[in-house]
Every structure is written in C-alpha cells, then in structure tokens.
C-alpha cells in the first residue's frame, strides 16, 4: 500500500462519526446495511450520515450496492486488513526493546 492512499484512509477515519460508522460497518460485515439502519443505529441525521458516507466511500473503505429502492453499505474488509498489514509491516525492526521477538525480516 502507498503511503498517499493509506493517509486517504487515516482522513476519513479521523472523525468520530465516520469511525463509529465504520467499526458498526464491519460488525455487520459481510452484509452491511442501509442508509437508514445506519443512521437509525447511530442515531445521526441522514443529512450529517450521507457526508460521513461520501467520505468513507472516496477513501474505498465502504462500498455501496443498489438494493431496490435503497442503497446497502458494506465495510471492505479487504482494505481494513490491508491497513492493518501496512500498520504492521515492520514491527519490531528496530533496536529498540531486545525483549520483543522479531517477527519479520527487516
């Protein structure tokens, strides 16, 4: 992962709203939810949620299918993990604490 796009990522995320929108996401993983469940569960305005879901949406940490009349809201789990292995990438490279075993060749 470059480091521009995870930056994309750590933007959308640095809101409370969009992070509570997001962890509940991946809770209801992989089915997702509805606009209005979200908004609902979180109790937050449609009008504040549709900007939260703009922003998650760019940073393709939330995908959106049509469903009938409605739009489901899925987390990517696959971006979530990506992020995470980025995150972890070089743990314990340094040398800094000895006691930590390394677990990656640095």
């Known amino acids: 992962m470059k480091t521009e796009n995870a930056t994309l990522v750590f933007e959308a995320l640095s809101s409370s709203a969009r992070l509570d929108v ?3 996401l991946v809770r209801y993983a992989p089915d997702g939810l509805v606009a209005g469940e979200i908004a609902q569960k979180l109790d937050i ?14 940073s393709g940490l939330v995908e959106m299918e049509k469903e ?4 489901r809201y899925r987390a990517s789990v ?4 990506e992020i995470i292995a980025y995150l972890t ?14 677990t990656r060749n640095c």
């Open 45 to 58: 305005p449609s009008t504040n949620l549709s900007f939260h879901l703009k922003t998650l949406l760019h």
């Open 22 to 24: 997001f962890r509940l």
């Open 78 to 81: 696959p971006l979530m993990l």
């Open 68 to 71: 009938g009349r409605f739009w």
């Open 89 to 102: 990438d070089h743990c314990c490279c340094g040398d800094g604490d000895k006691k930590v075993k390394r």
